[in-house]
């Protein structure tokens, strides 16, 4: 079922700059897609996904890996999956024993799945056996994010946390970046309440291809809010990027990207 307002964005072209500036109001998705763009001309060879949902960030590393795999765990999967996207994971397997040789890939990426898994050490652990020795390794973890495809949500991470785990794992960590200063926290709570409590984005947002790997939502974006709650949007995602540079307060962020590698 879609709304008359789904409709009329879908027949005027509109949709595309309408997600455009979703993306870019959403602090933890603009924060992820820079880092990943950031990291990306480090990437080579066979790149392994894991936990790809519907590989919203296959375009990114495209351009410098000759094979892009996206491996998904079926049961969260198939619980989540907002099934109207069109891409799918290339293989399934039983979460936790990657069905891939020892060594085999030059690139292992995993982008907000350790928060998914009872047993998030398992994962990295296999993280850390694909990996070939020479190859690199991108996950990235949440440390401040609302709670999401419930009830498959368990953890969130400091960098120390994340140290002790890629050691575990036989993997040396080169670099933490973290995603965002405390504005940007403050910010993306504020904002994601206005979205969803207030303005009702939900399935809007679906429709425009966010929240892919979330249960189909069916909510009525709330029309008569959109003057006053669309704009507010906006102007606390650009002051939280201000704020963050002008009066940086690095003991919170949204999310933690770790570059490491076999040890
Ligand atoms: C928040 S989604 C992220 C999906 C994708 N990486 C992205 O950034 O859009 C978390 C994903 O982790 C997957 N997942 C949960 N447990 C997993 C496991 N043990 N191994 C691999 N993926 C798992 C879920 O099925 C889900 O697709």
Redesign the pocket.
């Known amino acids: 079922m879609t709304t008359p307002l789904e409709r009329l964005l879908a027949a005027t072209g509109l949709k595309r700059a309408a997600r455009g500036a979703a993306d870019w109001v959403d602090l933890a998705y603009s924060h992820?897609v820079e880092q990943l763009e950031a990291v990306a001309p480090r990437t080579h060879g066979r790149l392994l996904?894991?936990?790809?949902?519907?590989?919203?960030?296959e375009y990114i590393f495209r351009p410098y890996v000759s094979e892009y795999i996206g491996?998904?765990?079926a049961?969260?999967?198939d619980?989540?999956?907002n099934l109207t996207q069109a891409v799918k994971p290339d293989v399934f397997?039983d979460?936790?024993t990657l069905p891939f040789e020892s060594r085999s890939f030059d690139t292992v990426i995993?982008?907000?799945?350790l928060?998914?898994?009872p047993?998030p050490q398992?994962?990295l652990n296999e993280i850390g056996r694909v990996v070939k020795k020479d190859g690199i390794v991108v996950v990235?973890a949440p440390f401040s994010f609302r709670l999401?495809?419930e009830p498959?949500d368990y953890f969130r991470y400091s960098p120390h946390g994340l140290r002790v785990m890629f050691d575990t794992a036989g993997l040396a960590v080169d670099e933490i970046w973290s995603q965002g200063d405390l504005w940007t926290v403050l910010g993306h709570k504020l904002n994601s309440y206005l979205a969803f409590r207030i303005a009702r984005l939900d399935a809007l947002a679906q429709m425009m291809g966010k929240l892919?790997?979330e249960d189909a939502r069916t909510t009525s974006p709330r029309l008569w809010t959109f003057p006053l709650v669309l704009p507010a949007m906006g102007l606390v995602s650009g002051s939280a990027r201000i704020l963050d540079r002008i009066a940086p307060d690095g003991s919170e962020t949204l999310s933690y990207q770790v570059i490491g590698r076999v040890k």
């Open positions: 992820i996904d894991v936990g790809c949902g519907v590989k919203p960030y491996v998904e765990y049961k969260t999967f619980a989540t999956a397997y979460g936790k995993s982008i907000t799945v928060e998914h898994t047993d398992t994962v990235v999401h495809e498959n892919g790997h």
